[in-house]
């Protein structure tokens, strides 16, 4: 069984930077598991995606248009674990944040989520 656990939120003020951990059981990244991202969802709105590294082939990272040059995703194979440095964060960035494992084509394992918090 695949089991995802977000850590690292917190409450910063804008311009401060977190990195988020997602330590990732159960299956080894490249066995089963191909891609790896972070989502967000903020009060009162819906889940969105923030960042994306998938690895089938060539290692390719990608972002939602509002943290690219911000933020920063990248992975640990050696400790099956993914990361979300955000740097610059806005208040906008206040969200809970949750990673999220790919077996096959889609998002279909999810972490608990961890609360990030962004004062002006």
């Known amino acids: 069984q695949v089991q995802l656990v977000e850590s690292g939120g917190g409450s910063v003020q804008a311009g401060d930077s977190l990195r988020l951990t997602c330590a990732v059981s159960g299956r080894t990244f490249g066995i089963g598991i191909d891609e790896m991202g972070w989502f967000r969802r903020a009060p009162g709105k819906a889940r969105e995606f923030v960042a994306g590294i998938r690895w089938t082939g060539a290692l390719i990272t990608y972002y939602a248009d509002s943290v690219k040059g911000r933020f920063t995703i990248s992975r640990e194979n050696a400790k099956n674990t993914a990361y979300l440095q955000m740097n610059g964060l806005r208040p906008e960035d206040t969200a809970v944040y949750y990673c999220?494992?790919?077996?096959?084509?889609?998002?279909?394992?999810w972490g608990q989520g961890t609360q990030v918090t962004v004062s002006s």
């Open positions: 999220a494992a790919a077996l096959g084509a889609a998002y279909n394992h």
